[in-house]
């Protein structure tokens, strides 16, 4: 089973692990004698494809990354099928602020046995029971089709879609994010969040709202979701692959003076062909306010004005 790569935000965790077992193996807290172990997965090509960091060259790099990851806020388990046996791979909980995020990778050799499964089952009892988890989150590169299917075998359930880069890597990829919560794993039942959050839409007021979503029509290839009133006073409109992801704007009448450069600005994510993507809005005549360009912060960008005065940025990873 291929790593799932997974580096979303999570709580901090450390200070809360312990020895676990399911059916097959033994996961125990991640050791700087790992490291040779550890190693023997993390100079493998195919192992690697995924991850964030290039092929590790000597067990000396990989002793190096356990030190870190036992130094950080993460909790770590390594597994293995026998008490006396090699480290086989690792499932982890990823320390950092926000929805507690799980990683894992597994060595080449021991592929379509299902350790992975059990691993991670035997973690996500942990997390939930012990560690007092409500809720754990995979972000997996789209390209990596064993660990999708891992994770909605053991009951994850997709939750939507970002675009990233890793240093190592010359272009970006997509992300598909999973996301389970503490009542669906023990209840084998979907719950969602009676006060979940579920999107933003900024909301312009324009002095036409027919010209508005036109004009984001025409210029810049958004879809009009709905308008209300003949004429319209209100509407919707949304640019993306799929109805819940991407870039969603409202536009409200009003009567009253719009400033003439509005100090809103809207940042939208694209995909890679950002500069094909402003070749064409420029042809369509759109006011231009930067061509696009590296940022020092890892991503290229560009931006526009809309027909209001609205500052559109919109950037992809560089």
Known sequence: MPSIAAFPPAQHLKGVQASLTSERLILRPLAVTDADDLFAMYSRPEA???????????????????EQRRGGPSTTWTLRVAA????????????????????YMLHPDHWGNGYMGEAVAAALDYGFDEMGLDRVELWIVAQNTASLRLAERVGFARQGRLRQKYDKDAAGHDKIVYGMRAEQWRTGQMTGDAQAVYGLAPILAVPDVQAAVEFYRDKLGFTISFLYGDPPTHGGIHNGEWTPEGAHFQLSHTDAPLPQRSPVAFYVTTGPDIDGLFARYQAAGVAVEREPADQPWGMREFAIRDCNGYLLRFGTPG
């Open 48 to 66: 690697m494809r995924f991850m964030d960091t290039p092929l590790h060259t000597s067990p000396a790099e990989t002793r190096q990354q356990i």
């Open 84 to 103: 006396d046996g090699p480290a086989l791979g690792f499932v982890e909980y990823i320390g950092n602020a926000g929805v507690p995020g799980m990683g």
